[in-house]
């Protein structure tokens, strides 16, 4: 696959991850909180890939309501921190929490307003099929492995890291093809951090300075 798709398909399967507020007011609590690693993965891949086909020509017309729906989907679910403190490695080791806030916003910004757009050029009509939930560190972490299913091509491999926080299932981490977000983003921002404190790098970051790539 082109990188260029990669990118593509990192961003569509971070908003996946992430389920939507509609989804929480659509179930009882208690179900939402019930939901299998699985099932979240396979729900809301599919709901997110339906609304962008739905909704194309609305998002197309008007970018912003496609920021606010990426927005909104995104920061419902996905463990933006605790990635942030595995981006940072080494780097994040006793930092403050307020520091890694700083970075964890500025790296998810970064991500979404360099790739959200290209979410409209995505093939939605695709099916999601979840191949198996395997867990880690006794249960503690938790691998969704999916696929996406194309016609013509080949499947997508799409693996999900998922921890619990509290009574729900969050994802940290997202691999598309065997290439991890985590680790993608800590070598791109390895040689920056040695040089500048977190803060700066997240200045940075807010200021077009750095990138968040996925090339």
């Known amino acids: 696959m082109k990188r260029s798709a990669l990118t593509v398909l990192i961003s569509a399967a971070l908003l996946a991850a992430a389920p939507a507020a509609v989804l929480a007011q659509a179930a009882p609590a208690a179900t939402a909180a019930a939901a299998t690693p699985s099932q979240l993965v396979l729900n809301n891949s599919t709901r997110i890939l339906t609304t962008l086909e739905t909704r194309r020509a609305e998002f197309t017309k008007d970018r912003s309501k496609l920021r606010q729906f990426i927005s909104g989907e995104f920061n419902a679910m996905f463990d933006r921190d605790y990635a942030a403190r595995l981006v940072l490695g080494a ?45 880690l560190r006794n249960g503690a972490i938790v691998k969704v492995s999916s696929e996406f299913l194309r016609q013509g091509g080949e499947p997508i491999p799409v693996d999900y890291l998922m921890r619990k926080s509290g009574s729900q299932w969050k994802v940290f981490d997202v691999m598309v ?39």
């Open 177 to 215: 093809e065997g290439v991890s977000f985590v680790q993608t983003f800590r070598n791109q921002f390895d040689a920056p951090l040695k040089q500048k404190s977190i803060p700066q790098v997240a200045a940075d970051i807010r200021a077009g300075k750095l990138q968040a790539s996925a090339n």
């Open 91 to 135: 780097h994040g080791r006793g930092a403050a929490d307020a520091d890694v806030k700083l970075f964890a916003d500025a790296l998810t910004d970064s991500l979404m307003q360099r790739y959200g757009s290209s979410l409209l050029d995505f093939n939605t009509r695709l099916k999601v099929r979840v191949k198996s939930e395997t867990p």
